[in-house]
């Protein structure tokens, strides 16, 4: 029974929330927009749209947009180094979750001295103590998959060593997440059911961990029966709202749930691969090892009342067309 429960981030969910966004608390007067290389966001009109926001709150404001997929710790130091030039005191995150990741990466080390890997704590880092609280993040989130909206670690791959890993700190949560599921609706099939899985194993590790209490339980399993039950259609008909809004509900619920309880070695393996394999969206790469890895557990035994009411959950609802995956 036994939790610790420490979620601080300021939740906007529901269709058409970015609308209320200029009427937040801004945190700052000059914002650094933080978006994907691939700028399908200035291309639906969803960045014009946070532009637009932010000056009728009368915040100024510069675009950062040179984040890839499976980001680098290149890319986080381009980043803070552009937001001490420009200076920025605060950070509006718009994309996906490696632009949310980088975009708290970059947050950690414009007030912080040194080099990003300097501060991890495993592999090749240096466990350096975070000396000054990073700077303020806004996550307005336009994909349904790693729940950084409502975290507050970041995961960012050191491109010269191969290594692909987190980092966390209670000053990285955002301070605002906006939720809105009609920013998700260009999304291609493809990486929505690659992100909706990515989802979907947040919440079932975090249900079967040791780590696991009556709190996340609740969440996890609400988060599992929703993208499961929304999922395919989500996948089939991207502009079925209904189904965006669900599986984006499970998505935030699955973010939150990682603070409660904890992720198993699932996605520390994935890590490895995608570190190896840049172009490997880390959603495919988990849907590839968990029959393997969920096999292992069954056969062990281990937690069999578990996935008896996992599988009551889920089993028979996923629909997604396997071509697609």
Known sequence: MSYTMYVPTKVLFGTDMLNEFHKQNMTGKKALIVISKGKSIVKNGTLSRIEQELEK???????????????SKATVMSGSDFA???????????????????????????????????????????????????????????????????DSACVITNESTNEKTGFGNPSLFPVLAIVDPKLMITVPPAYTAYQGFDALFHSVECYISKK????????ALTAIENIAKYLPAAVNNGKDITAREKVAFGNTLSGAVMTISGCTSEH????????????????????MISKAYYEYFIEAKVCDERFVKWQGQWALKMRINPVIL
């Open 57 to 71: 709150a009368d915040v100024e404001y510069v675009l950062y947009d040179n984040v890839e997929a499976n980001p």
């Open 84 to 150: 001490k030039r420009n200076n920025c005191d605060f950070i509006v995150a718009a994309g996906g979750g490696s632009v949310i990741d980088v975009s708290k990466a970059i947050a950690l080390m414009a007030v912080n001295s040194g080099d990003y890997w300097d501060y991890i704590t495993s592999g090749s880092g240096k466990g350096k103590a975070v000396e000054n609280k990073p700077l303020p993040i806004i996550a307005i989130t336009t994909t349904a998959g790693t729940g950084s909206e409502t």
């Open 268 to 287: 520390s393996l994935e890590h490895a691969m995608s570190a190896y394999h840049r172009n490997l969206p880390h959603g495919a790469g988990l849907i």
């Open 212 to 219: 696991a209490n009556c709190m996340s339980t609740m969440y």
